[in-house]
C-alpha cells in the first residue's frame, strides 16, 4: 500500500466540525464531477476536543495565458453538471456565515429568500439598517424584472470563486474552499469579477465554451451583492458604502 502523501491540515474549534463536513461533501460533489481539479479529501472529524479537515497537499503557482484559458473551459463544464432544482443536500458556509441550501424550485425564490433575505437579515441584527434596508427591500420587490426572459439552469457551482481560490498544480487548474450547490452559474462568474484574480483568457474561454445570457451584466452586479454585504456582516462597515452603491446601481439600470 502506496504511503500517503503530505497533507494540508485545517483546525478549528469542535463546532466547526459541520462547516469543514460540508466543506469536504463539496469538495467531493467537485472532484465526482470530474471537470477541475480538486485537493484530495484525507481525513475530517475531531481530535483532541478541535475539529479539524485533512486534504492533499499540493504545490499551487500562478497561472499562465494557456492555463487560464484552460480554467475558464473546464469551469463551463462543470457548469453543465445540473439538477432539477436549486439548493444542496445540505446547508454550508460562505466564508464563516452560514449560507442556506434549502431545494427550490425557482432560482429567484431561492436567491431571494436564502441569499438575500438572509444576509439583509443578519446585516439589520449586525446594525446595519436604515437605507441599507430600505434600498434592500425596494430590490427584494422589482428582483423578478432581472430575470425577464432568462431561466437559469441548476448548475453545480463552487460557490466562491474569488482569485485566492484557486490556483495551478503541474499545469493543471485547481479549485477549492468552496461552497458548493446548484444555483445560476453566473453567480460564480460574479464572484471572479469582484476581487480580481482572473485574466481576459479565462472570461474569453468561458464564453467561447458556454455563452452568457442577455442581461447577465445586471445579474453580475446582483450577484456581486451577496458577497459585499456577507463582507459587511463578517468584516464591518467598511463594506456598508459598497453594498448601498451596488443596491443603488441595480435599482437605477
Known sequence: MAEPGPAFVKTGPEHHLDMFEAEAEGLRALAEADEVRVPAVLDCGLRDGQAFIALERLSLGRASAAEERLFGEQLAALHRHTKPRFGWHRDNTIGMTPQHNDWCDDWVVFFCEQRLD?????????????????????????????????????????????????????????????????????????????????????????????????????????????HVINHLNLFGRAYLAQSVSLIKRLLVN
Open 118 to 226: 438572509f444576509q439583509l437579515g443578519l446585516a439589520a441584527r449586525n446594525g446595519y439598517g436604515g437605507e441599507l434596508q430600505r434600498l434592500g427591500r425596494r430590490l427584494r420587490d422589482g428582483l423578478p424584472g432581472l430575470f425577464e426572459a432568462y431561466e437559469p439552469a441548476a448548475s453545480l457551482l463552487h460557490g466562491d470563486l474569488w482569485g485566492g481560490n484557486w490556483g495551478v498544480a503541474g499545469g493543471v487548474p485547481v479549485i477549492f474552499d468552496p461552497a458548493v450547490h446548484y444555483g445560476d452559474r453566473e453567480s460564480d462568474i460574479a464572484m471572479t469579477m469582484l476581487f480580481g484574480g482572473f485574466g481576459r483568457g479565462f472570461y474569453d474561454a468561458y464564453q467561447s465554451s458556454w455563452p452568457m445570457a442577455n442581461g447577465h451584466e445586471r445579474r453580475l452586479k446582483l450577484y456581486q451583492l451577496y
